[in-house]
């Protein structure tokens, strides 16, 4: 099957495209799961103020950014 002139840039986006895509919703995720985990044990200890919601929340993103940075970097 052949492609035309802008094919393979066209191939090379979408490629960049999908894993740029992944990266940012396993980001979601992980924030995600690291808040949930931080009201959780607030809800269990019954505390009033938010502290493992907020710190699970920055953990998670403490994470993300060096899954992103890992995974962006030039090769």
Do not use: H
Request: charged share 15%.
């Amino acid at each position: 099957m052949s492609t035309g002139p802008g094919g393979n840039r066209l191939r090379k986006g979408a490629n960049t495209y999908m894993r740029l895509s992944g990266i940012g919703f396993q980001m979601a995720a992980i924030i995600g799961l690291g808040a949930y985990g931080g009201w959780w044990t607030d809800r269990r200890l019954a505390w009033k103020f938010p502290l493992f919601t907020l710190l699970g929340a920055l953990g998670g993103v403490a994470v993300a950014l060096y899954i992103l940075f890992k995974e962006t970097r030039p090769r």
